[in-house]
T-cell receptor
């Protein structure tokens, strides 16, 4: 059953800690994306990767880091430098190229305590 | 600057009434255009894309290049259409990058 899986579903972080959100897909998609969803602000792009071992910053990359060592995996690390990390994080993947829709994961809700 | 605007945060209609969710964009050139939908407790999913000229669940979207708009329409709303809707243009030269609007919550009342 092909799809995209995000884990964990809920994550709590203490101030000053780094945390890593997992995103795995078995759709054989080349491109993967991380978005942050805040109420009333829609989705904002954090990082994206169009090929293994390459990724680019999105609109709000500060305080975040990613890696793309495997085609299937695109983990996101929320570092202590991110000033307001409490949010809902969505991972997506797509076929590379223009005009293809995204497949989204079910999301991870991160709360700083 | 590239921008996409969904002017209504909430749209409430009665069942059977026509629905129009507005989307305006400002991009140089002609972007590809998508609408995504998120039903309660479900994942965000693709509803339709301009390039395929499809009609999904009775929804259509017409590109108006003069007004740079891509409004989503349905002639007769159903209760199951209640959801969050996002307009998402993708600039042609930006690969498959999507910029999402702020979203419109559609509530269809019985």
């Amino acid at each position: 059953d092909g799809g995209i899986t995000q884990s964990p579903k809920y994550l709590f972080r203490k101030e000053g800690q780094n945390v890593t959100l997992s995103c795995e897909q078995n759709l054989n998609h080349d491109a993967m994306y991380w978005y942050r969803q805040d109420p009333g602000q829609g989705l904002r792009l954090i990082y994206y990767s169009q090929i293994v071992n390459d990724f680019q910053k999105g609109d709000i990359a500060e305080g975040y880091s990613v890696s793309r060592e495997k085609k299937e995996s695109f983990p996101l690390t929320v570092t202590s430098a991110q000033k307001n990390p409490t949010a809902f994080y969505l991972c997506a993947s797509s076929i590379a190229g223009t005009g293809y829709g995204y497949t989204f994961g079910s999301g991870t809700r991160l709360t700083v305590v | 600057a590239q921008r996409v605007t969904q002017p209504e945060k909430l749209l409430s209609v009665f069942k059977g009434a026509p629905v129009e969710l507005k989307c305006n964009y400002s991009y140089s050139g002609s972007p590809e255009l998508f609408w995504y939908v998120q039903y309660s407790r479900q994942r965000l999913q693709l509803l339709l894309r301009h390039i395929s000229r499809e009609s999904i669940k009775g929804f259509t979207a017409d590109l108006n290049k003069g007004e740079t708009s891509f409004h989503l329409k349905k002639p007769f709303a159903q209760e199951e259409d209640s959801a969050m809707y996002y307009c998402a243009p993708s600039p042609i030269r930006a690969g498959n990058m999507l910029t999402f609007g702020g979203g419109t919550r559609l509530m269809v009342k019985p």
